[in-house]
């Protein structure tokens, strides 16, 4: 199993800065790539940026430039990070952590945390 947990939503205003991160942990052995993705209000659940075992990232087009993901790793966990800048208020969502996992074993995602941008 691979439990995940997420912090760093909140409240910003359009142009600021927000960091969100999620650790892993559990049998990260298992995890080919870690990712955020979001769902706005009415919205389906869409991709910000994932970033895989061997640094390969990959992001929306919308948040090119202006976002960067980053991981860190150690024996017990895997902490990715989503440093957001230049936010939008169309940047507003549920931002979901989400872990790709090898050998056969289904994906996991976390709770959710809320990212307000207000115009």
């Known amino acids: 199993q691979v439990q995940l947990v997420e912090s760093g939503g909140g409240l910003v205003q359009a142009g600021g800065s927000l960091r969100l991160s999620c650790s892993a942990s559990?049998?990260?052995?298992?995890?080919?790539?870690m990712g955020w993705y979001r769902q706005g209000p009415g919205e389906q659940r869409e991709l910000v940026a994932t970033i895989s075992a061997d640094g390969t990232t990959n992001y929306a087009d919308s948040v090119k430039g202006r976002f960067t993901i980053t991981m860190s790793r150690d024996n017990a966990k895997n902490t990715v990070h989503l440093q957001m800048s230049s936010l939008k208020p169309e940047d507003t969502a549920v931002y979901y952590c989400n872990a790709d996992r090898k050998y056969g074993y289904l994906e996991v995602w976390g709770q959710g945390t809320l990212v307000t941008v207000s115009s």
């Open positions: 559990g049998s990260i052995f298992s995890i080919a790539a």
